[in-house]
């Protein structure tokens, strides 16, 4: 006796009442996968990134209107192909990161996490902390910012490279400088991706400690505003392992 299948608009319908139904503030299967999504990563260090990776934009740009008059000489169809085929792999969402404004969405809408509202902590924690050492932002206002950012270079400056780069590339006459280059144009807009993607409310939350940190000294917030908040938490907690671990090494000495 053959199992009746549901039609498929039955079930992509169920689905959706499945994904309707969940908490629209649970965060607690977001994930991050590049650094604008990264709220642990210093605002200073994100903004360094968009504008690095905007002047490369600019260049490669250049390099595109520059030549022109010499495209019809050196143009070949093979290595238009390839680099068709190499642009279409590295859009693969696999391979390169989109903007997903559905994270975004989530992450704006959220009225706990995002407001200092934690279920598991005995009292509220803070909802916003400073950019550029001295704008005091709420969280849900940077976010926004990194949204804009994010979606500047993973959708209008993606879409251009991954369009344009087999025309330059098709131009190319040596080999070694059709891979480099290739390789070139792509990194333009996945440098901001990360190899491993990380849980949103744990980052979140460690950004939370990080601005509490930072609120010990003057030095420390001059050097957090310059190189990223995140390092200067980081490279104290990692201070404070070696100098337990240390402390330990010496009472183990003493009791022998």
């Not at 590049?34 to 490669?60: H, I």
């Not at 005091?136 to 940077?142: A, F, L």
């Not at 995140?230 to 022998?256: C, F, N, S």
Request: negative net charge; aromatic residues 12%; hydrophobic residues 40%.
């Amino acid at each position: 006796m053959k199992r009746r299948q549901l039609p498929k608009t039955t079930l992509e319908s169920m689905i959706t009442q499945l994904e309707d139904a969940k908490d629209p503030d649970d965060l607690s299967d977001l994930k991050v996968l590049n650094k604008y999504q990264m709220m642990s990563l210093g605002f200073t260090s994100v903004f360094m990134l968009f504008v690095c990776q905007l002047a490369l934009m600019a260049f490669y740009l250049y390099s595109l209107v520059k030549d022109r008059e010499d495209w019809s000489e050196n143009f070949s169809g093979l290595r238009w192909f390839v680099g068709m085929l190499v642009c279409n792999l590295a859009g693969d969402q696999e391979v390169a990161y989109t903007f997903n404004i559905k994270f975004w969405l989530k992450v704006l809408r959220n009225q706990k996490e995002m407001h200092g509202i934690w279920e598991r902590e005995d009292e509220e924690l803070r909802d916003g902390g400073k950019i550029f050492y001295f704008i005091p932002v709420s969280y849900r206002c940077e976010a926004i910012i990194r949204m804009i950012m994010e979606m500047t270079v993973n959708t209008f400056c993606q879409k251009i490279v991954y369009c344009t780069a087999p025309i330059l590339l098709a131009v190319e006459g040596d080999p070694q400088e059709f891979i480099k280059d290739s390789l070139a144009y792509l990194f333009i807009t996945q440098f901001d991706d990360l190899h491993n993607s990380i849980s949103f409310l744990s980052d979140l939350k460690k950004r939370i400690k990080i601005d509490e940190h930072m609120e010990f000294g003057t030095c420390g917030s001059v050097f957090g505003a310059v190189f990223g908040s995140g390092y200067v938490y980081e490279a104290e907690q990692e201070t404070e392992a070696k100098i337990t671990a240390m402390e330990k090494r010496i009472q183990d000495l003493e009791r022998r």
